[in-house]
């Protein structure tokens, strides 16, 4: 956790209510370990795309389709397109978005992130959310498929903290905390893009493709 762990429960608490189906997946995800975005973090993406009002959103990450049902609701005239390569959780997000109703306009691919798309495909919105190690792989691949104005969102990208303590992380971890810590500088330098990083839920990095 990033924050005061007292300010992220009074926060969370100040987010409304979310749906029984949105309810249910955090509790999924709490019992079965399964990373989905964080409470603070949904609602700040919430709040960008009703302000951006995007009208195409890539997901890289789709997990069991919570962020998917969150992206959608808070963009109701957008069509998506998700995908991950874990069929088992992409099966239970085929049946989620099925259930919060938003199947019609959702495009869930069985695909590996990093074997990109298609040209033809093009977006408003770009939400990277997988494995952590890929980010600039994932950046360099969809970027090109953002229109100029469009918004890309890294969730994770503080990860616990260990930015900004590398020396702390794990053996295991470090690798993929130097490859964040290079994904990040990248962001901040990128000549296309204007980013901020907030340290809300386990940190967001909100990125405008420029003119």
Not at 54 to 63: C, D, F, N, R, Y
Request: hydrophobic share 45%; with cysteine; charged share 25%.
């Amino acid at each position: 956790m990033i924050t005061n762990p007292a300010i992220d429960e009074y926060i969370s608490n100040l987010i409304p209510e979310r749906s029984p189906l949105l309810t249910r997946l955090e509790q999924e995800a709490k019992a079965e370990n399964i990373p989905i975005v964080q409470l603070p973090s949904a609602q700040v993406m919430r709040t960008l795309l009703l302000l951006h009002q995007p009208k195409s959103i890539l997901e890289v990450g789709t997990a069991i389709g919570y962020s998917t049902i969150w992206l959608a609701e808070a963009a109701p005239k957008a069509r998506i397109v998700t995908m991950d390569i874990d069929e088992e959780r992409l099966a239970r997000a085929r049946a989620n978005v099925a259930e919060a109703g938003c199947a019609e306009r959702i495009e869930i691919l069985s695909r590996d992130a990093t074997l990109g798309l298609p040209q033809s495909y093009q977006f408003d919105c770009l939400f990277i959310d997988a494995a952590k190690g890929q980010y600039r792989t994932f950046l360099d691949l969809y970027l090109p498929h953002l229109r100029v104005g469009g918004l890309v969102i890294s969730d994770n990208v503080l990860f616990r903290g260990l930015v900004a303590t590398p020396d702390e992380a794990s053996k295991r971890q470090r690798p993929m905390i130097d490859k964040l810590l290079a994904f990040n500088a990248h962001l901040a330098g990128h000549p296309d893009l204007e980013t901020t990083f907030l340290p809300v839920g386990d940190g967001l990095a909100v990125s405008l493709k420029k003119k």
